[in-house]
């Protein structure tokens, strides 16, 4: 029970920032369907499609992400059905909706889009059809750690049969190299290899980095055609003339296909995803010093027995002492705001002085 109280100083308080990381591992076979497709969500407006690690229903289940796909106001609507056209103008509100959020607007009002290299100064080169990937935050934390993200898939085989030859896309040299001109946040380029990332060639994607949202430009998939040229793969819920061999992903972005049937086609392809997320942990640091003069005596009613300190055994010369076990942080007013435990009782004595460290994290 504190009767006297010492001030804490500007010299006695300073601040600190760690950055923990924790490594994310999505394997393929969970996001392909490992229940049953019980962990894949669809839902009736047929906008995005929602991944979670057990059946959605479960109690137990974690959302992991959503994934859904669109295109740039720019390149039209190619069908003449209304049908037809209700579908790729899903994709474009979704595409528009992501832009405006991730990437704003330009000097004229209108929706910027994800350009390729991140320099707005000129739209020549745009990614306009694209998949998007809207991690959790319940994996992302405060953000995903620069340099850590890759995607792989997977380009042998037959749906529902994977194997074979692989493709890793990743933010390679991010860790340096990131862009900071988003409304967003810190966002970086994938590229297929670090060679093509060294050089800046043919980016095939962005990754924004706050907001958990990764972008896989169409050409990603189109670029795997040679590999399955001749299976006869047909992605799943899309009509024949979309077979994978023959048509390139942004034909399938702007065709007929569904945004659902876009999702489950690039689940049947998806091989692994990895990074590590980044926790921001930030914290106040109070030194609170016990010179030689203070904190000697306690209020405690049992310090003292007969108006003899119990301590001192009865010894009119031994020095008085204590064994301080708690720190109270105290406002202005003198009102308790934290207290702090230590983990035994120290000794101290007008001999001594002490120095504590009390750590606040936030």
Request: charge should be negative; proline fraction near 3%; hydrophobic fraction near 35%.
């Amino acid at each position: 029970m504190a009767t006297t109280f010492k001030t804490l100083l500007n010299q006695d308080i300073t601040s600190t920032k760690t950055l923990l990381h924790e490594a994310i591992p999505i394997t393929g076979s969970m996001v392909s369907g490992t229940y049953s497709d019980n962990n894949i969500k669809d839902y009736s407006h047929a906008m995005f499609q929602s991944v979670y690690d057990y059946p959605y229903l479960s109690s137990s289940a974690n959302h992991i992400f959503d994934i859904t796909a669109g295109f740039a106001t720019g390149s039209g609507l190619s069908a003449s059905a209304p049908a037809d056209i209700d579908l790729q103008r899903k994709k474009i509100n979704m595409y528009n909706t992501l832009a405006q959020q991730l990437v704003g607007y330009d000097a004229n009002g209108d929706i910027r889009a994800f350009d390729t290299d991140g320099d707005f100064s000129s739209t020549a080169a745009f990614h306009s059809s694209s998949v998007f990937f809207n991690f959790s935050r319940l994996l992302t934390k405060d953000e995903m750690k620069k340099g850590t993200f890759t995607i792989t898939f997977v380009t042998g085989g037959i749906s529902g049969s994977r194997g074979g030859t692989t493709q890793i896309y990743g933010d390679y040299g991010a860790a340096t190299s990131y862009k900071v001109n988003s409304p967003a946040g810190e966002y970086g380029i994938l590229y297929r290899n670090a060679n093509e990332a060294s050089a800046g060639l043919l980016p095939k994607g962005l990754i924004f980095y706050q907001a958990g949202v990764v972008l896989m430009t169409g050409s990603v998939f189109a670029d795997m055609t040679a590999a399955v040229a001749g299976s006869g793969f047909a992605w799943p819920g899309m009509s024949s003339d979309l077979n994978f061999a023959t048509a390139s992903f942004g034909t399938m972005l702007n065709s007929t296909a569904s945004i659902t049937d876009v999702s489950n086609g690039v689940r049947d392809q998806l091989y692994n995803i990895s990074f590590n997320n980044t926790t921001e942990l930030n914290s106040t640091i109070y030194f609170c010093r016990a010179n030689n003069n203070d904190f000697n005596y306690s209020a405690n009613p049992t310090y003292t027995s007969n108006s003899k300190i119990v301590v001192k055994d009865n010894n009119p010369n031994e020095v008085p002492k204590t064994y301080i076990t708690t720190i109270g942080l105290y406002s202005a007013d003198n009102e308790l705001l934290a207290v702090a435990k230590l983990s035994e009782p120290l000794k101290k004595t007008p001999n001594d002085e002490l120095t504590f460290r009390v750590r606040l994290d936030y």
